[in-house]
């Protein structure tokens, strides 16, 4: 299958006898092409996640970033200037290279922090100048409704009837609370700008794998860094530069933020559900670290 994928894309996009090789095999399959004159990313996307509409509008909207100084992945047109190629129902597309380490292979100083917040903010600011063009689709960031996007958090398998109790009453609290929000500042959100989902080279930040992007809080992207953030530093320090770095260029009320936070520890209790016998300890710490984030809230 993989073969097959591969030559259809050397196909559509010309890449002849290019050297191709697989970097990453995770919920998308990631391959490098070296081009004679440069590199390239080829995505082979996962069946059924993303729709042809929702993928052109991804690309999009990295493309504005890339426009906009972002150093973010660009779509690659083939020669009739389709960004996708579909085959038997695979997704494919093409991007440009970024060099970098992840984020969580290089020291967490607090100063790379306070440039990820910036960054951050930038990204923020300049979804809410822009215009998408028609057509535009992304799905909306679902948490704590009847069909959240990464699952029900409060039915995993492994929870106790004690457990279960507890992140339903967290659940029942959460959709009181974003109900009442009086300045919710929802617009387009990475929502997934994870260690591993930040490159690293010469001081600049690429943020990379906007699969899961669309509509959402931003705090909740903002608490998506800070959470993560805390495995590493636990006193705290770079939550803290990452907040001081956003709140350098853009407004934010962090009122909220101890309740996104515990909403994004919550979402991997939910998306692991269908991930259970992928790694065996995985799913005790993911619940460990919700218990942990709805405690502070008095839970």
Known sequence: MTEALIAAARLHWG??????????????????????????????????????????????WMDMLAQAGIAVPAPIAASNGS?????????????????????????????????????MARMHALADTWTPPAGFERPTWDIVGDAPTWGTFWENPALSDAQQTKFIQFRNYA????????????????ADLVPDNVLIEGGT???????????????????????????????????????????????????????????????????????MEEEPTRNARFITAAEQGIARLGF
């Open 15 to 60: 890449l002849g006898d290019a050297p191709i090789a697989m970097i990453a095999a995770r919920e998308n399959h990631v391959f490098s092409v070296d081009l004679p004159r440069h590199k390239a990313a080829l995505r082979v996307h996962r069946r059924g996640y993303r729709s042809v509409a929702e993928l052109n509008s991804e690309l999009m």
């Open 83 to 119: 960004h996708l190629l579909s085959h038997n129902g695979t997704i494919i597309d093409m991007l440009t290279w970024i060099n970098g380490h992840p984020l969580g292979e290089v020291e967490a100083t607090e100063a790379v922090y306070f440039d990820l917040g910036r960054l």
């Open 175 to 190: 959709r009181r609370n974003l109900t009442a929000l009086q300045d919710p500042n929802i617009g387009l959100i990475h």
């Open 205 to 275: 930040l690429s943020p990379i794998d906007f699969d899961d992007g669309g509509f959402g809080h931003r705090l909740f992207d903002v608490a998506t860094v800070t959470f993560r953030s805390r495995r590493t530093d636990p006193s705290g320090a770079l939550a803290k530069a990452t907040l001081a770095g956003y709140q350098s260029l853009r407004q934010l009320d962090t009122a909220s933020l101890p309740l996104f936070e515990a909403l994004r520890a919550c979402t991997y209790v939910g998306w692991n559900i269908m991930r």
